[in-house]
């Protein structure tokens, strides 16, 4: 061993004892003859001083190391006069007294430190160094501990983690799939799981009763800000439950987390309908931090998420609204005092083509109670006192309102306009969670594109029983046996209870559109299997990349994986992909066919 | 949840209380009017009785079950008049008063027995039914805790399970890459991990000090019996340490894992130079749990495992022996009852291509001492009983002789003649363990096909300080600071002391006959890592495949793998690899290329 203590250990207790340290040397400063080096490691940070009075070639020495490099020093611990109660070995430093040189170093291509002066791409290119800065490295210490107390909990609870193939069949997910040519086996490819789903319900058919696994999935998509093409899974699955369980089993699991690495006492989780969280906050995945929930302010076009019609309070006038099927609206809490200039700004924001709202209209009640909007030109005094009172609305606050012919559309752009508020109202605090349960998906959902209805989870979900008699006569308003766990307004774990009735599949297949002969040539594999006794089962997904974000406070999932990939789906460091050799090629008898503009 | 209670855990206790079970039906049977049912789950059996006179329609309903049908019954929980002490749940059964078949069942293509009738193909295609018998199950049981109980000492110990990814770039790492076309990079290609190799060093550098992570590798390689093309590995790495602070580490998980997981204290593990193991077990995997270690009778040839010439004690006459290098032995405890058909077999055995001898030679140590063998008229009795003092040998001794011209060659057969040996003499008890340490590897072997030394771990192997300078004047001879652990005659994990040193590795590139050009081409992203202040570091991999199924006390890492390939590199079960579509190809600008005979 290098060193008989690590640099975050040593305390004022350990003053006067001789030890051996090792580290990277963080940064070192002259005063007078002293030379100090703050040396650095996983554990922490240890001042060493080195004194010219006492050794002048030794301190030389000193003054000639450069940043990040390794060495190993003997020395004693002695009390600092000038103690440093920022770092929990602020109350020591160490005379040295040998000095080892273990390696040197180039100058790093940016400083490691947590405010490093490297932007993103050098950092990633440089990764081995990024991760020497603690920001970096805290995130992969809690991503450790966040991996290890989930498989404590689950272990507890009778789980056994069941490693599945990563070389497998393509499976029915939807995505693309990433192919793996077999040189065993010429032409033909194996596929890397989307998500062990199909393996994990072979599993309970297998008895495994109860399954999980931390597992790397691989999705070959084009990347957005925050998705990597791998990218790692808590998938879980139990045999003999129903949703009930489910919920109950990973809410503790939630709460086992929380409290764990957190020390946090999260409540009880609420169950929000879908149908409610669309009509509330026009997202399947609310941010439940704060309120500022929609108000139906006009609705004429009943769908899954609201069934009720209102009637608009607002009178024949303004056509955008006598024609827009649904008004709906939020009251911000004291913003009464937005400037024409921010409302502009909000303005400008919904009507971004990734919002594709018409336009913005606002009602300030001022100091009075009186209000003052946009559209007082339309509406009498008495139409905007019924529009504060519908809303709640007290002196100082501002109502935002938007509308539209398509209620699901206006829900979203309101939603995207309420977490803007959200945000700029500081309602959106990283360290502060608040985490539920959607319950009671559809089934389906209305594909334009295919004009057919699709399965809004997989086609394996099971229906709600009480919903059964819908299939046949209005399938698209049948509810699922499918949940959602929601933190932050982030969907960071998803599933449903599995059919596990062959008859009550095929009906669900026929909904799909699918032909017998189709249904078995893309599922049959896992059909008949079922055909051997499969136990009533159920089960969901985390995706740890993003809880693990949400428990470091992180506004992207990369800051959490040692080593990701960036929105090409290259690796900057590792220089992957790259070209293979021609021979390679030809032992898996494969041509590479560039079109003709990237040869 | 469909069940208030396991199969696997009612005891006498429990008697009169009514629960709620469910499960597989195991079998059926009928003893007059009453029907007994074994219902089986994960956690065990419980008999299910239903009475005719009790309840005429529900044993009716009972005796139409048919196996594997997946059921639920509410009943009351009785004393067994007639207990099975061979299971846990044997004292009692349940009094069924309701019966709820969840599930029916085609029949199984084998009987879900322990013994079962199906053979090995159609028990891999079936694998969710083979995985419901319970020696396959316990396997899966027993990995589950294994990897647990990996994790948990090392986490204890200050370690970090750090995911590295899985779609990298090709590693030097010596087997063929298993490649992954990128859609979004056209023409180039990820390379599946063979192991982290590169990676674990890159965290190193990145000052994470203590790395494991249980990870899938993939090596594309044509399959022996015991290998898989995606395999598990225990993969570590620890900085600021030298050799004996990796052996007690590991040491310290092997010897916990034995205990928590086998109730087995293992005592201290031996270490035994890689020169040793070659010299008198013909093998750096020795089977350590029987003796019977080799006698050189003569050897003129000394090499890295035997560095001393023995002169034969054989004088001239037999020809053989006459021309041999090496003449090798051993002495097997009282085999000499050994027939002269049973002699023809092990000669048969020897001379097989697999092993390669010539021939081999035999001695009996007879009930009054004297010595009859095959080579009885070429050598006085005097000579014999040179050999049997030599030997050890006493009355009833068997004396097995190899010989060559390739002291190395010979040993390797005589290290199959005596694995033989130990098995037939009932030595090689799969519920014994024996653990060693194999240290002191060389750091080069001689390749004949390629003409010059080679890395016998890999380039980044650091040889044994005191070796540095036979580095320039016997390269050959170099020991390197690598090692692997050895558990009854199966390498289970192995690994090194890495190079932090820039120099250092230069000149092991040197002697590899790298030009300073190939070796920047071929590892210079490694190397130019280093030269931000790499830390000494060291670590290694085990198998976790191989060191479970060695717990499970398989022959094959097979059965302790869920979802396994065959030889050809294909999932049965899934039918993977297959076709993939035109259109798939397209989008990775990639055209299949078959050659004629094939399409």
């Known amino acids: 061993m290098y060193r008989t203590k690590t640099n975050g250990e040593l305390r004022l207790s350990d003053a006067g004892t001789t030890v051996t340290l090792a580290g990277w040397v963080q940064r070192t400063r002259k005063f007078g003859g002293m030379t100090f080096v703050d040396l650095r490691d996983r554990y922490g940070i240890t001042q060493l001083v080195f004194n010219e009075e006492h050794d002048a070639s030794l301190c030389e020495q000193a003054n000639k190391l450069g940043r990040e490099w390794v060495i190993q020093v003997i020395g004693e611990v002695s009390e600092r006069s000038n103690k440093n109660p920022n770092i929990p070995t602020g109350d020591i430093e160490i005379l040295v007294k040998t000095l080892n040189i273990l390696n040197e170093s180039i100058t790093p291509p940016f400083t490691i430190e947590d405010n490093s002066d490297g932007g993103d791409d050098i950092r990633m290119k440089y990764r081995y160094l990024d991760i020497r800065r603690s920001c970096v490295r805290q995130n992969l210490e809690l991503r450790h501990k966040f991996a290890f107390e989930v498989r404590r909990y689950l272990d507890e609870q009778g789980f056994l983690e069941i490693e599945t193939p990563i070389l497998v069949n393509s499976t029915p997910e939807g995505a693309r799939d990433f192919v793996v040519p077999s040189r065993m086996n010429p032409g033909q490819f194996y596929a890397l799981p989307q998500s062990p789903q199909t393996l994990k319900q072979l599993l309970m058919v297998a008895g495994m009763d109860r399954y999980f696994q931390i597992v790397k999935c691989f999705r070959d998509e084009d990347l957005r800000a925050d998705r990597q093409p791998e990218f790692t899974q808590i998938d879980c699955e139990m045999s003999y439950v129903e949703q009930e369980d489910i919920l109950q089993m990973f809410e503790g699991m939630s709460r086992h987390l929380f409290k764990a690495i957190k020390g946090i006492d999260i409540p009880a989780l609420p169950r929000m309908t879908w149908a409610d969280a669309m009509k509330n906050y026009g997202s399947d995945k609310p941010d439940t931090r704060f309120g500022m929930t929609f108000v139906e302010l006009k609705n004429n076009q009943p769908d899954n998420a609201s069934r009720e019609i209102v009637e608009s309070i607002f009178p024949a006038g303004f056509t955008v609204f006598d024609e827009a099927a649904y008004i709906g609206a939020i009251c911000c809490e004291g913003q009464a005092v937005y400037t024409r200039k921010q409302i502009d700004q909000l303005t400008d924001f919904v009507k971004r083509p990734q919002i594709g709202a018409k336009g913005l209209v606002y009602a300030r009640v001022q100091e009075d109670g009186s209000v003052k909007s946009s559209v007082d030109k339309f509406y009498t005094p008495e139409t905007l006192e019924v529009l504060k009172n519908k809303m709640n609305a007290k002196a100082g606050d501002l109502i935002l309102i938007l509308s539209g012919s398509d209620a699901m559309k206006v829900r979203k752009q309101l939603c995207e306009l309420r977490l803007e508020m959200g945000s700029r109202m500081g309602l959106r605090d990283k360290s502060k969670y608040s985490c539920l349960w959607v319950i009671d998906f559809p089934m389906y959902e209305w594909s334009d594109e295919e004009q057919r209805l699709m399965a809004m989870h997989h086609p394996f979900t ?70 051997y006794g499969a136990p009533p089962h159920g089960g969901l997904a985390y995706g740890l990349d993003r809880f693990v974000s949400l428990f470091a406070e992180l506004d ?44």
């Open 556 to 599: 992207s999932i990369r800051d959490c994986i040692a080593f990701p990939k960036n929105n090409s789906g290259r690796d900057v460091m590792l220089d992957a992909p790259g070209f293979i050799d021609q021979s390679q090629l030809d032992e898996l008898c494969l041509q590479v066919a560039l079109p003709a503009e990237e040869k």
């Open 462 to 531: 099971s229906p709600k029983p009480e919903d059964i008699p819908l299939l046949d006569t209005d399938p698209a308003s049948v509810r699922a046996n499918a949940y959602d766990m929601v933190v932050n307004g982030v969907e960071v774990g998803g599933g449903s209870i599995r059919i596990h009735d062959a008859k009550l599949q095929q009906k669900i297949f026929e909904i799909l559109g699918f032909t017998p002969e189709q249904a078995q040539q893309k599922f049959g594999f896992l059909m008949n299997a079922f055909k």
